[in-house]
Each structure stands twice: as structure tokens, then as C-alpha cells.
């Protein structure tokens, strides 16, 4: 079974590896769906190395950013950089997605980007995030669909695996890790339809594409 503490363990260790892999696939999609303008609230939850985050606060200054992750390597990433480019309106925080430390009704815009496929409880995230969404807000989640993708399997089956073996060097219990605690397994559209309905957002519009899913879903 995945273990949470496993997933953290491995992206801890991985953070820089996996902040130079990870891209801003679909980023100006992302910000047109997102609508955000002056004033508003954005979290990013599972930010990670902040591509997202970091990107959407630079582009909209008048937008104050919240990026949330459960690994502190990341956000020292993310912190980094957003100190060295003078971006002050990125704040930070270390938290866990299915237990999220904000109050009701904080946040304008929430952007959740290839997360819920890591995570043990799902459906507790999806209700966390509802929960702290403004009323009339929206909720963006992007998920990469469920098909054989090649240069993805090339990734996990040979780039990942030597990383993992050099990073157990140093921390042996990294050696335990298991493609689901730090792959995940995709969605089917079905799957992540019924997942978002798990909650009474007014609607949920999925959007497909050739490799990722777009979920609009509104409060």
C-alpha cells in the first residue's frame, strides 16, 4: 500500500532532481481557465518546485499567490527563487493537502496540478479543497490521463529508478520506495468525473485532451 510518509521521503530527497523535470506543461491554458485578476487569492496545492505558483504570481502581481506542499525541499526551491527575482507575492507554506491549515471560504482560485494522483485519501483532499474555496469560486485540477504514455514509461522505468538507487546512497530507507509512493497511478476520465463529485460543487466541466484532463470545477 502507499505510504504517505514513503511519497514525502522520496520527493525530500529528489526535490532538485525532479524540479529540473518538471516543466509548466499547459501553462497558458492553465491561466486563461484560471480567470485570475487584482485582488484575488490563488492556493497551489502540492506546489512542489513552484513552476505553477511561481509562474502565476510573477504574471499577476495584484494576485497574492499561495503555494502549499508537504516537502520543505521544494519550498526552500520555490522560496529561493522567488526571493532572487524579487517576487513578493508567493507565500509558502508546508501542509498536507487532505488536512489543509486554512479556515472555510479563504481562497478565490485553487490550482491542483497532477497531486491527486499521489495521494492515499483522495476524496478527503477534494473535500479540504472545496472546503476552503470561496463560494463562487473555482477549483482548477489537472491530471494526466490514464494511457500508455512512452516517454513517461521511459521516465519511470529507467531515468527515475537510477536516481532513486543514487539517492539510497545516502538515505537507505529510500531503497523501500515503491512506484506508487512516488508515481502514482493515473486517471480515467471516469475516475476523476467521480472523484470531483464526491462533493457538491455547482458543476464540473473536463475538459480532455491528448494527454491531460482539465477539471473546472466551481463552487
Known amino acids: 500500500m502507499q505510504s504517505k510518509e514513503q511519497t514525502r521521503l522520496v520527493y525530500e530527497n529528489l526535490a532538485r532532481f525532479?524540479?529540473?523535470?518538471?516543466?509548466?506543461?499547459?501553462?497558458?491554458?492553465?491561466?486563461?481557465?484560471?480567470?485570475?485578476?487584482?485582488?484575488?487569492?490563488?492556493?497551489?496545492?502540492?506546489?512542489?518546485?513552484?513552476?505553477?505558483?511561481?509562474?502565476?504570481?510573477?504574471?499577476?502581481?495584484?494576485?497574492?499567490?499561495?503555494?502549499?506542499?508537504?516537502?520543505?525541499?521544494?519550498?526552500?526551491?520555490?522560496?529561493?527563487?522567488?526571493?532572487?527575482?524579487?517576487?513578493?507575492?508567493?507565500?509558502?507554506?508546508?501542509?498536507?493537502?487532505e488536512c489543509l491549515p486554512f479556515g472555510d471560504e479563504t481562497f478565490d482560485r485553487i490550482l491542483c496540478v497532477q497531486v491527486l494522483l499521489l495521494l492515499q485519501d483522495k476524496e478527503s483532499a477534494v473535500s479540504e479543497m472545496y472546503r476552503v474555496l470561496k463560494k463562487g469560486g473555482l477549483l482548477l485540477v489537472v491530471e494526466t490521463r490514464r494511457r500508455f504514455l512512452p516517454w513517461r514509461e521511459l521516465y519511470y522505468a529507467f531515468v527515475l529508478p537510477v536516481a532513486m538507487k543514487l539517492a539510497s546512497l545516502r538515505e537507505p530507507s529510500m531503497a523501500k520506495a515503491k512506484r506508487e509512493d512516488y508515481g502514482g497511478r493515473n486517471f480515467y476520465h471516469e475516475e476523476l468525473n467521480a472523484l470531483l463529485g464526491s462533493v457538491p460543487f455547482a458543476s464540473v466541466d473536463i475538459d480532455v485532451k491528448a494527454t491531460q484532463m482539465y477539471a473546472v470545477c466551481r463552487k
Do not use: Q, W
Open 18 to 97: 525532479y524540479s529540473i523535470f518538471r516543466s509548466r506543461n499547459g501553462f497558458a491554458k492553465i491561466r486563461r481557465l484560471l480567470s485570475l485578476e487584482d485582488g484575488m487569492s490563488l492556493l497551489d496545492c502540492g506546489t512542489g518546485p513552484g513552476k505553477y505558483a511561481y509562474g502565476l504570481a510573477n504574471a499577476h502581481p495584484g494576485v497574492v499567490v499561495f503555494g502549499l506542499d508537504l516537502c520543505e525541499n521544494f519550498l526552500r526551491i520555490v522560496r529561493r527563487k522567488a526571493e532572487a527575482k524579487g517576487v513578493d507575492n508567493l507565500l509558502l507554506f508546508g501542509g498536507d493537502a
